[in-house]
């Protein structure tokens, strides 16, 4: 960023300085969980969920515009940010259970999930173990349906690059890989990220996330054809144009297979739409949430 001309810079305070929203941690489950939170304790509950090596701050452009109708959740996966990262391999089912454990302790009995990435892998699967506790679903730009050797080696590569070496260019060539356009990757986000991976222990925790792209594990923990058909909640599938996990003919075909199912394609956005561009997404995510 040129600091000779930045009135054009967008940070994550720009998303937030517009309205009321708090940071804190829960104890769900014994696993101290941090996260972010905007609206009303009366509104329906939204919990969103961030993908592979993540955290709730991938929301920041989404929160305020949600916690206008929903009691709204962004927070730290198992393992993520700051939450804790216990010393065992966090297969989906680890991060199903932890969200159990959320919902218990916040009271949510049938909230909404949204999950981007892993976050949508993580929701899809919540939904099939647990078909009573969700009212909607999104999945965006979701896992859990491909097998894809080089993906999972890029994955595996810019993650460990940038947490074995968390300076500027590391990290960001990691976010930067999400996008449509490099140059939504704006330097707080970098911060944001570069903080977490400094964290002690986090290097022996992405290890223990980057399970999920070994073949064999992966294999075991993604969803066939049947198990997509199983999901019995209204859904909304939003995939991209440029996103560099998968075509969106693997979104399409998930929205074919999910009974009650609803598919968004957003234009010139890569792995993360919700964040390049949030006025698209949470107009189409905002209607389905609230359609119900």
Not at 15 to 31: H, K, M, N, P
Not at 49 to 66: I, Q, S, V
Not at 248 to 253: A, C, F, K, N, Y
């Amino acid at each position: 960023m040129s600091t000779e001309d930045n009135t054009s810079y967008c940070s994550i305070w720009s998303d937030l300085r517009g309205g009321a929203f708090s940071q804190g941690y829960i104890d769900a489950g014994g696993i101290r969980t941090r996260y972010l939170k905007a609206g009303s304790d009366d509104a329906p509950p939204l919990v969103l969920l961030h993908g592979t090596g993540g955290h709730a701050e991938c929301y920041a452009r989404n929160l305020l515009a949600h916690g206008a109708h929903f009691n709204v959740y962004a927070i730290d996966m198992i393992g993520h940010g700051w939450t804790d990262k216990p010393a065992y391999d966090y297969e989906i089912d680890a991060y199903v259970e932890h969200l159990r454990a959320v919902l218990d302790c916040l009271g949510f009995e049938r909230p909404r999930l949204s999950g981007e990435s892993l976050g949508g892998w993580v929701g899809a699967r919540f939904a099939l173990k647990y078909p009573d506790r969700v009212g909607r679903l999104v999945l965006n730009t979701t896992g859990g349906a491909t097998m894809n050797p080089a993906v999972m080696e890029k994955i595996k590569a810019s993650t460990r690059a940038a947490v074995q070496n968390p300076v500027w260019d590391t990290i960001r060539a990691r976010l930067e890989w999400l996008m449509a356009d490099p140059a939504s990757v704006n330097d707080d986000l970098i911060a944001c990220r570069q903080a977490i991976y400094r964290q002690p222990g986090f290097p022996e925790a992405l290890e223990r996330i980057l399970v999920l792209q070994d073949p064999e594990i992966r294999a075991r923990n993604n969803l066939d054809d049947a198990e997509w058909a199983a999901i019995a909640c209204p859904t909304l599938v939003v995939w991209t144009t440029q996103d560099p996990t998968a075509d969106e003919t693997v979104g399409r075909r998930i929205a074919e297979l999910i009974p009650d199912a609803r598919y968004e394609l957003m234009r010139d956005c890569g792995h993360w739409p919700q964040w390049e561009d949030a006025a698209t997404f949470n107009r189409l995510h905002l209607g389905f949430l609230r359609d119900g």
